[in-house]
């Protein structure tokens, strides 16, 4: 169970180790959720220029979120270091199969470089969290870290120990 208010670092989504290169924070606003991201690095790699474009392939932080706790179907909401938006619709039947649907993002973002890297805000308003219950949303959270020589490294709160963050089974 994540604590509203509390700092997490994320951890090495394959090993589990230990990294303090990104922290989340999730909070209850009056009416929504609040995620910040505190990300160390300043190596930033996001040549995209509109929301919904494929985010994941290069530097961002995301959340996956069940807001009624059903782990076969959740919200995929990313951001890049410069603030752009992605957002979709996940159905996952067996929990490593996925499909995706692609909508507008239902959340806004902030996103600002910092003197050692950068900070994300995403904020989700409940009235766009159909069947939330507070008892029993789940989520997770991530940041995707591209390298110049092409590696991307995972990083993970709770860590799927592979190479996909579409494990809804370490939703905590």
Same mark, same amino acid.
């Given at each position: 169970?994540?604590?509203?208010?509390? #700092?997490? /670092?994320?951890?090495? &989504?394959?090993?589990?180790?230990? $990294?303090?290169?990104?922290?989340? *924070?999730?909070?209850?606003?009056?009416? =929504?959720?609040?995620?910040?991201?505190?990300?160390?690095?300043?190596?930033?790699?996001?040549? @995209?220029?509109?929301?919904?474009?494929?985010? #994941?392939?290069?530097?961002?932080?995301?959340?996956?979120?069940?807001? $009624?706790?059903? *782990?076969?179907?959740?919200?995929?909401?990313?951001?890049?270091?410069?603030?752009?938006?992605?957002?979709?619709?996940?159905?996952?039947?067996?929990?490593?199969?996925?499909?995706?649907?692609?909508? &507008?993002?239902?959340? +806004?973002?902030?996103?600002?470089?910092?003197?050692?890297?950068?900070?994300?805000?995403?904020?989700?308003?409940?009235? +766009?969290?159909?069947? /939330? $219950?507070?008892?029993?949303?789940?989520?997770?959270?991530? *940041?995707?870290?591209?390298?110049? $020589? =092409?590696?991307?490294?995972?990083?993970?709160? +709770?860590?799927?120990?592979?190479?996909?963050?579409? *494990?809804?089974? @370490?939703?905590?």
């Amino acid at each position: 169970m994540i604590e509203a208010g509390k #700092w997490y /670092y994320l951890k090495e &989504n394959i090993s589990g180790a230990e $990294d303090d290169g990104c922290r989340v *924070r999730m909070d209850v606003c009056g009416d =929504g959720l609040r995620f910040c991201f505190e990300v160390s690095d300043t190596a930033i790699i996001s040549h @995209f220029r509109e929301d919904n474009e494929d985010l #994941w392939k290069e530097d961002a932080v995301e959340v996956f979120l069940s807001p $009624d706790g059903d *782990r076969k179907n959740y919200l995929e909401m990313e951001v890049s270091p410069y603030g752009l938006r992605f957002f979709g619709e996940i159905h996952n039947e067996d929990g490593k199969h996925f499909s995706l649907k692609k909508a &507008n993002p239902i959340f +806004s973002a902030r996103a600002a470089e910092t003197e050692g890297g950068y900070r994300v805000v995403m904020e989700i308003p409940f009235a +766009s969290l159909h069947g /939330y $219950d507070a008892e029993k949303c789940l989520m997770n959270a991530f *940041r995707l870290d591209k390298k110049a $020589d =092409g590696r991307q490294l995972l990083y993970a709160l +709770s860590p799927t120990r592979c190479d996909s963050f579409h *494990r809804p089974a @370490f939703f905590v």
